[in-house]
C-alpha cells in the first residue's frame, strides 16, 4: 500500500493564493483518481475536488485540482483566501481498486 | 437534499460490542454505495468499509477485517456498523458518507454525516 503525504499546515492572508500538496509515495499518482476534502472546525468532512480536478456544483471556483506526475503529486488549490477558507484538507485517493487511503491533512489558516 | 444521520455511539469497555446506525434521506438509498470511515479527535481520517448498493459486497480495512462488520437494510435506508472486540484505540468519531454510484464509493464521498462518538475505555 501507499501513503498519501501532506504538509501538516499552511498559511496565507486573505486575497492570497495557497497551494496544499499531497505526494503518493508508491506508484504513480496518475493511477488513480484524487479527491481533497474541507473539514472546518467542528463539522464533517465535505467535499470540494473529485477525480483530480473536477468541482462539484456549489464549490466555489476558486478551489481547483490538478496532478503533477514529475513530482508525483496532487495539489489543491484556493485562490482568492476568505477567512471562511480556514479548514484542516485532506486528499484521498485509493489502492487496488477497493481501498480508501487518505492524507495526514493540512491545517489551513487564514490570517 | 441527501442527508445522513449517524447513531449508535457511546462508552464501552474494552472487548465490547456497539452497533452504530446511519439513517439516509433525501435519495435512492438503494443506488448508492456507501462507506464507514474514522476520525480520533484532532486526527486524520481512516476509512474503514464499504458495501454496494444491494449489499452484495462488502470491503474492510485490514485494522478492522474480523472485528467490524457493515451491512445495512435497502427497506429502512439505514447503514449499519456492528464492531466487536472494542479495543481502546478505537475510540474516535465515526462518519458514514455516500459513494458516487451502486458499486463506487473510491472517487466520491458525498455528504457525510455529522458523525458518531465512540469511546473504548475502562
Known amino acids: 500500500n501507499f501513503l498519501l503525504t501532506q504538509p501538516h499546515s499552511a498559511s496565507e492572508s486573505p486575497g492570497k493564493t495557497v497551494t496544499i500538496s499531497c505526494t503518493r509515495t508508491?506508484?504513480?499518482?496518475?493511477?488513480?483518481?484524487v479527491q481533497w476534502y474541507q473539514q472546518r472546525p467542528g463539522n464533517s468532512p465535505s467535499i470540494v475536488i473529485f477525480?483530480?480536478?473536477?468541482?462539484p456544483s456549489g464549490v466555489p471556483d476558486r478551489f481547483s485540482g490538478s496532478i503533477d506526475s514529475s513530482s508525483n503529486s496532487a495539489s489543491l488549490t484556493i485562490s482568492g483566501l476568505r477567512t471562511e477558507d480556514e479548514a484542516d484538507y485532506f486528499c484521498?485517493?485509493?489502492?487496488?481498486?477497493?481501498?480508501?487511503?487518505f492524507g495526514g491533512g493540512t491545517k489551513l489558516t487564514v490570517l | 437534499e441527501a442527508l445522513l444521520v449517524e447513531s449508535g455511539g457511546g462508552f464501552v469497555q474494552p472487548g465490547g460490542s456497539l452497533r452504530l446506525s446511519c439513517k439516509a434521506s433525501?435519495?435512492?438509498?438503494?443506488?448508492?454505495?456507501m462507506t464507514w470511515v474514522r476520525q480520533v479527535p484532532g486526527k486524520g481520517l481512516q476509512w474503514l468499509s464499504a458495501?454496494?448498493?444491494?449489499?452484495?459486497?462488502?470491503y474492510y480495512a485490514d485494522s478492522v477485517k474480523g472485528r467490524f462488520t457493515i451491512s445495512r437494510d435497502n427497506s429502512k435506508n439505514t447503514l449499519f456498523l456492528q464492531m466487536t472486540s472494542l479495543r481502546v484505540e478505537d475510540t474516535a468519531m465515526y462518519f458514514c458518507?455516500?459513494?458516487?454510484?451502486?458499486?463506487?464509493?473510491?472517487?466520491?464521498?458525498?455528504?457525510w454525516g455529522q458523525g458518531t462518538l465512540v469511546t473504548v475505555s475502562a
Open positions: 458518507a455516500r459513494g458516487s454510484g451502486s458499486y463506487t464509493y473510491l472517487n466520491s464521498l458525498d455528504p
Open positions: 433525501g435519495f435512492t438509498f438503494s443506488n448508492y454505495a
Open positions: 458495501v454496494t448498493g444491494s449489499a452484495s459486497v462488502t
Open positions: 508508491s506508484g504513480s499518482i496518475a493511477s488513480n483518481y
Open positions: 477525480e483530480d480536478d473536477q468541482r
Open positions: 484521498q485517493s485509493y489502492d487496488n481498486s477497493t481501498t480508501v487511503v
